[in-house]
C-alpha cells in the first residue's frame, strides 16, 4: 500500500490567525498548527487523488483566511 506524507510551509504577517482559521476544516488526515511566522499543514493519505483534492481544497481556503485576517487586522 502507498502512503504519501507532505507538509506545506507558508509565511504570514499574523500565522495565529490564519491557522486558528484553517484548523476547523482539518480531515483527521490533516494538522495545521502556527509556528516562526508560517502555518504548516502536514497531512497523509493513502490516495494520491484524496491527497490533491485536500491540497486544493487547503489552498483555496488558506487564501481566504489570509484575506480574511489581514482586514481584521487593518
Request: with cysteine; net charge negative.
Amino acid at each position: 500500500m502507498i502512503r504519501i506524507r507532505g507538509t506545506l510551509r507558508t509565511e504570514h504577517r499574523n500565522p495565529a490567525c490564519i491557522a486558528g482559521s484553517l484548523q476547523p476544516d482539518n480531515l483527521q488526515s490533516m494538522e495545521t498548527r502556527a509556528e516562526y511566522g508560517q502555518v504548516i499543514m502536514e497531512l497523509q493519505g493513502d490516495s494520491l487523488r484524496s491527497i490533491i483534492a485536500s491540497v486544493d481544497d487547503y489552498l483555496m481556503n488558506l487564501g481566504i483566511a489570509e484575506e480574511v485576517c489581514r482586514c481584521a487586522s487593518d
